[in-house]
Nanobody, 115 residues
Framework: QVQLVESGGGLVQAGGSLRVSCAAS????????MAWYRQAPGKQRELVAT???????NYADFVKGRFTVSRDNAKNTVYLQMNSLKPEDTAAYYC?????????WGQGTQVTVSS
């Protein structure tokens, strides 16, 4: 059974940086498309960034220029590099990976940005 393990969240001051990771294990094929979402308390989950199998990326306007998605196929791991963090970026961040037509979710990692 595919397992996704997220790591790298934490507490950071405004203007700081964090990198969150999402490692997939027990997979029999390469990661296809991937995405990062976030959900703040009392708010709906929102799409942050996506990357296709061809490495094409797309970002929500509120993170454009500050966040970068990447992937390491050899490690079955995807990353979200977050720079110039703002208090409004505070949320639980979730990875979503598509493998052989099935969608998998990470458990979420909390990112808290203090002002």
């Amino acid at each position: 059974q595919v397992q996704l393990v997220e790591s790298g969240g934490g507490l950071v001051q405004a203007g700081g940086s964090l990198r969150v990771s999402c490692a997939a294990s027990k997979i029999s094929a390469s990661i296809n498309a991937m995405a990062w979402y976030r959900q703040a308390p009392g708010k709906q989950r929102e799409l942050v960034a996506t990357m296709t199998n061809g490495f094409a990326t797309n970002y929500a306007d509120f993170v454009k220029g500050r966040f970068t998605v990447s992937r390491d196929n050899a490690k079955n791991t995807v990353y979200l590099q977050m720079n110039s963090l703002k208090p409004e970026d505070t949320a639980a961040y979730y990875c979503n990976l598509h493998i052989l037509g099935t969608s998998y979710w990470g458990q979420g990692t909390q990112v808290t940005v203090s002002s």
